[in-house]
């Protein structure tokens, strides 16, 4: 499809290309990748498994919840496909069942855009303190953690605000460095690790209370266990969505979004099963090991690696962190901005704004990197901010795929030349499945589930009492009866 065929498409859908249209598909491939970031989420977040029930969250947890991801991933591509606009969930979820819903998607996919972008670089800080600060001898304090997650924030939102080239550029580059340093790391482990007890994946033991370092309270349900352990994948295995977010800036974007959605969700699915199988079989003492919480990724790093590799392997992973948080600006920034286009966000004007000479949504980049920062002042609960964060996102994935779901080939007949046929309907519903069963997990931490309740308390009131007289949503247009 060649740019002009892109942009008379999004002219159907009511929109004028306004963004720089730069973006190949590999590129498009690499912001949904580099968003995912296994060395992210996946290690900054093992001890939300392993603290659970042990190597069991890995060999059974991690790919179940990952079919989940899968069928999400497939039905958000046959959407995708259809309307490849940079509004994504929110548009679609306006076409497919009208301006309250597309309103609330919007709501959902925003504060999950904002609360992971704090997650990521919280925990880019909290990875380098725990990884390199023992060899450097630094120590942290919440001062100066405010201090670098800001520097890191703000450098990230000026890469953005100079353009999708330079972006894309350092996005393409992230997605070879998540492969290459995720090889080396498993290599690395497999030849430096004392065993190699696969049966170590399979087995479920209870690492609740002081066993797992005090992660998760204390209890004697191994299921109950076993369910908070897959907030590990859940967690990980988020952010696909920037892939649409980026729609308006890909070249062959009904084709190339859908793809790299799925394929972004089934190589970190796979790239990162072996990789967290890969740590498990390396630590030295299972029990010893659990016993150290958060800290169990580095524990086992420095046990069996020789320091200068712990610190080569430290630094690739703190660099695709970083890279991670940077394609999540961008991600995020497009989504205001497609919001914003609409009016539907105080400000409206200012942050719909593009800039003439770099063709980027200038306002709507600081505005993310600014609201992240505030939100990091909450990071002594990650655990709670991963929890509210991936119900957040989940749940602006599958309000749009469940309206469609209900809208396919009654009011929704025609389809992009992505088109999964009749499977459409089996992955809807499984990824609706999934979250139902996300949200249930997810609300069992009383802080997150008081959040969750404020926002759609808060939400609520915003659309009845404002909101649903004065938001008049995106152009319907693009539906063929």
């Known amino acids: 499809m060649s740019q002009h065929d892109d942009e008379a498409h999004l002219e159907s859908l009511g929109y004028t290309q306004e963004l720089s249209r730069r973006m190949s598909a590999f590129s498009n491939f690499a912001m949904a990748f580099s968003v995912i970031c296994i060395l992210a989420g996946g290690l900054t977040s093992l001890h939300l498994g392993l603290s659970a029930v042990g190597g069991g969250a890995i060999g059974y947890g ?30 679609w979820a306006s076409i497919l069942g009208g301006r309250a819903w597309g309103w609330l998607t919007a709501w959902f996919n925003l504060a999950g855009l904002i609360t992971v972008l704090s997650a990521i670089n919280v925990g880019i800080y909290t990875f380098a303190v725990g990884s390199l600060g023992p060899i450097l001898g630094f120590h942290s304090d919440p001062q100066t953690q405010m201090i670098v997650v800001l520097l890191i924030t703000l450098s990230q939102a000026l890469l953005n605000h100079l353009g999708i080239r330079i972006t894309s550029f350092l996005i393409d580059i992230s997605g070879y460095l998540i492969m290459a340093v995720t090889i080396v790391l498993v290599a690395a482990l497999l030849v430096y690790a004392p065993t190699h007890d696969l049966g170590r994946l399979f087995t479920i033991h209870n690492f609740s209370g002081p066993a797992g370092g005090g992660v998760w309270p204390q209890t004697e349900s191994i299921l109950f266990l076993f369910l908070l352990g897959l907030q590990l994948p859940a967690y990980t295995i988020t952010g696909f969505d920037a892939s649409a977010h980026t729609a308006e800036e890909t070249r062959g974007a009904s084709v190339a979004v859908p793809k790299a959605i799925v394929f972004a969700v089934i190589s970190s699915s796979i790239f990162g099963w072996v990789m967290l199988a890969a740590i498990v079989m390396a630590i030295p003492d299972m029990a010893e090991g659990i016993g150290h919480g958060d800290k169990v990724f580095f524990y086992t790093m420095g046990s069996v690696l020789p320091q200068w590799l712990c610190a080569l392997l430290y630094l690739g992973c703190g660099l695709a962190q970083y890279l991670c948080g940077l394609a999540t600006v961008t991600s995020s920034s497009r989504m205001v901005y497609a919001f914003a286009r609409d009016g539907g966000l105080p400000l409206s004007s200012k942050l719909r704004q593009v800039s003439n000479r770099y063709l980027t949504p200038v306002n709507a980049i600081w505005m993310v990197a600014l609201l992240s920062v505030g939100f990091a002042s909450f990071s002594k609960v990650y655990a709670t901010i991963a929890v509210v964060c991936t119900i957040f996102l989940y749940i602006s994935y599958v309000l749009p795929i469940a309206l469609g779901l209900f809208a396919y080939r009654r009011s929704w007949n025609k389809m992009g030349p992505w088109d999964l046929g009749g499977f459409f309907r089996l992955a809807a519903a499984l990824s609706v499945v999934g979250c139902s069963g996300l949200i249930y997990i997810g609300v069992q931490d009383p802080l997150a589930l008081k959040v969750i309740g404020y926002f759609l308390a808060t939400t609520g009131l915003i659309w009845f009492g404002l909101e649903r007289r004065r938001f008049q949503g995106p152009p319907l247009v693009g539906m063929e009866k």
């Open 62 to 91: 991690w790919p179940f919840s990952c079919l989940f991801s899968v069928c999400t991933a497939l039905a958000m591509g046959q959407v995708a496909s259809a309307f490849p606009t940079a509004g994504g969930l929110y548009h």
